[in-house]
């Protein structure tokens, strides 16, 4: 395996890690989201809402936990990227749109790891790494143009409907 495959993996194995422990720390106490995350409107934080943001918070630990064990499998591999398109997706549009969650460390963090693995991790054009195809600057355009059109596709309907 190359090393960007173990680095990859040892990542995506962090991430987990750090993400179980936010899960806990959701069940446990729910001020910790309107602490760190929801600033903008820490009222609407309660403890459903918390319990449900650890619930996702967990699947996608569990996702990427086994995309780290197995990071051949396609299939794996493409819904870990999508898990982290929806947490992009999610904190961007809590900080712009809804205006619940500024950018605070708190926010930036996932920030941060959800565009680095979508920069770093979609390698060649099929959207999975490969030892055999070296990063070509065509296909990194090609791949971050998707996303980019999928990304601005799901903005632009969230703000016409700005007022939910």
């Known amino acids: 395996m190359s090393r960007f495959l173990n680095v990859l993996r040892s990542w995506l194995l962090m991430v987990s890690v750090i993400a179980v422990g936010n899960t806990v720390q959701s069940f ?7 602490q760190k995350l929801y600033t903008g409107t820490p009222d609407y934080v309660n403890g ?7 619930i996702w918070t967990l699947l996608s ?9 197995d990071i051949q499998n396609r299939t794996l591999y493409h ?16 900080a712009f749109i809804y205006k619940t969650a500024p950018l605070t460390i ?19 054009c099929s959207g999975s ?15 971050t143009l998707v996303m980019g059109t999928v990304l ?11 007022n939910i």
């Open 28 to 34: 446990r106490d729910h001020s910790f989201l309107s």
């Open 61 to 69: 630990s569990i996702i990427r936990c086994a995309c780290a064990i």
């Open 48 to 54: 459903l809402q918390a319990r449900t943001f650890g």
């Open 79 to 94: 819904i870990t990227l999508w898990t982290f398109v929806l947490a992009l997706g999610h904190f961007l549009s809590e």
């Open 152 to 162: 601005s596709d799901w903005f632009t309907c969230l703000s016409s409907q700005q």
């Open 129 to 143: 790494p490969s030892e055999e195809e070296e990063l070509s600057d065509t296909c990194l355009r090609r791949g």
């Open 106 to 124: 708190g926010v930036m963090a996932p920030l941060i790891v959800a565009s680095e693995f979508l920069y770093r991790g979609h390698v060649n």
